[in-house]
């Protein structure tokens, strides 16, 4: 199983220029998420998708927009590039389950895409 | 306002040295707390979960604890090796800690 994988692994933009990230895994997890990590911050959720057909905004949602596009894939798009989105950007899936009458979310990040935008 | 941080911000150990890391959240409700391990350039791969029953959790050479009254975790880890070497992530729901870095030197 490779997990989450995300494509591409680096990107450089100019400012105004749109681009997808792409995010897929091969667990069978019904969520999926999309952070950014930037430098002295911790992850923050941009968006999220409980179940395919379904997405949420998460904490920092504005300039970006997603498509769950089957269970496997959930794709983050940048449709105007600013310099405050270069970061760090991590997708992650999950299957959550209850334990003790707790929900347990695990959930498992692909490698990142470096993104810069000049 | 729901917020995980955590302590000290870095930290440098001798090989085989233990050292514990601390996470403090007001996160409500609780949901399960979870700490991840993120080595330099990769994503974080989970260490431990630990939900609201539960007050202590290992695996290997991690242990984490949970005291839910306080709303604190730790995490320990015993006899360091250099590829303990990495930025330590507590979080909470959806709320992530800026971690801690430890370095781990011979």
């Known amino acids: 199983n490779a997990g989450v994988t995300q494509t591409p692994k680096f990107q450089v933009l100019k400012t105004g220029q749109s681009m997808t990230l792409q995010c897929a895994q091969d667990m069978n997890h019904n969520s999926m998420y999309w952070y950014r990590q930037d430098p002295g911050m911790g992850l923050r959720l941009i968006y999220y998708s409980a179940s395919e057909g379904t997405t949420d905004k998460g904490e920092v949602p504005n300039g970006y927009n997603v498509s769950r596009l089957n269970k496997r894939e959930f794709s983050l798009r940048l449709e105007s590039a600013a310099p405050s989105q270069t970061s760090v950007y991590f997708c992650?899936?999950?299957?959550?389950?209850?334990?003790?009458?707790?929900?347990?979310?695990?959930?498992?990040f692909g490698p990142g895409t470096r993104l810069t935008v000049l | 306002k729901n917020q995980v941080e955590q302590s000290p911000q870095s930290l440098i150990i001798l090989e085989g040295k233990n050292c514990t890391l601390q996470c403090n959240y007001t996160v409500s409700p609780f949901s399960n707390l979870r700490w991840y391990k993120q080595d330099t350039g990769r994503g974080p791969v989970s260490l431990t979960i630990m939900t609201f029953s539960e007050n202590t959790k290992s695996n290997g050479r991690y242990t984490a604890t949970l005291d839910a009254d306080t709303k604190q975790s730790s995490l320990h880890i015993t006899a360091s090796q250099l590829s303990d070497s990495a930025s330590y992530i507590c979080t909470q729901q959806f709320y992530f800690g800026t971690g801690t870095s430890l370095t781990v030197i011979p």
């Open positions: 992650a899936s999950s299957e959550p389950w209850t334990s003790s009458g707790s929900l347990v979310n695990e959930q498992f």
